[in-house]
């Protein structure tokens, strides 16, 4: 029996890491492996540039999630992969899906007297 198995990935770095992935399952006779692009940091120009170089198909679906703050493109990623996940059900899945670290910084001495403590 054939195995589904969706690999979702966001951006390209995430690419990179699941090519061998993919090219692997693709190779392999018992496996269907199907390629989830999130949209995140998307750019026509760049993404069909890196998946000719990673020799990757067209992904099978484009979430179209876009930028957007940490929560929003998360939060996003699962309402959109949940009805792809649901319509196109997978035997396994793998993700490479880590966006860019959060930037935590001080508030400046201007900023800080605006921040007051809840009761």
Request: net charge positive.
């Amino acid at each position: 029996m054939v195995q589904r198995i969706h690999i979702v990935a966001a951006a390209r770095p995430n690419f990179m890491k699941v090519a061998p992935l993919w090219h692997a399952l693709a190779a392999a006779p018992d496996f269907e492996p199907v390629l989830i692009h999130t949209g995140q940091h998307y750019d026509v120009n760049m993404s069909d540039a890196f998946f000719a170089d990673l020799k990757l198909p067209e992904p099978d679906h484009h979430l179209g999630i876009g930028s957007g703050s940490h929560a929003e493109q998360t939060g996003g990623v699962m309402i959109q992969y949940e009805k792809v996940a649901l319509a196109d059900r997978p035997d396994w899945s793998a993700t490479s899906t880590r966006p860019r670290p959060a930037r935590w910084s001080r508030p400046s001495s201007a900023s800080r007297s605006s921040i007051s403590k809840r009761g």
